[in-house]
């Protein structure tokens, strides 16, 4: 079955960086719209970036525009969230998210789902 595997997670101060992955396997990776979702305790999950088939187009909510970066490795099955001064509101644990084709932001439409990683941010 199709497999999606975060890391990257951890404890920071306000004002650090951190750079989450997720590896796939048991798809044809390059047929796949990839995003990052998190989730604060007590908050619905919420949508933080997309990425298009081959990288060409990216997405981000407005909150973390500037300061995370999303991109893909087609050849390694892999995507990646660079996250750059990082406040405490972007504690959560994130999760690496595949959707057939297109990138969107609803998190309803996202097929497959990793277990997540968690990220603290302390101020």
């Known amino acids: 079955q199709v497999q999606l595997v975060e890391s990257g997670g951890g404890l920071v101060q306000a004002g650090g960086s951190l750079r989450l992955s997720c590896a796939a396997s048991?798809?044809?990776?390059?047929?796949?719209?990839m995003a990052w979702f998190r989730q604060a305790p007590g908050k619905e999950r919420e949508f933080v970036a997309a990425i298009s088939l081959r990288g060409g187009n990216t997405y981000y909510t407005d909150s973390v525009k500037g300061r995370f970066t999303i991109s893909r490795d087609n050849a390694k099955n892999t995507v990646d969230l660079e996250m750059n001064n990082l406040k405490p509101e972007d504690t959560a644990v994130y999760y690496c998210?595949?959707?057939?084709?297109?990138?969107?932001?609803?998190?309803?439409?996202?097929?497959?789902w990793g277990q997540g990683t968690p990220v603290t941010v302390s101020s």
């Open positions: 048991r798809l044809t990776f390059n047929n796949y719209a």
């Open positions: 998210a595949a959707r057939l084709y297109t990138a969107v932001v609803s998190s309803t439409q996202y097929t497959y």
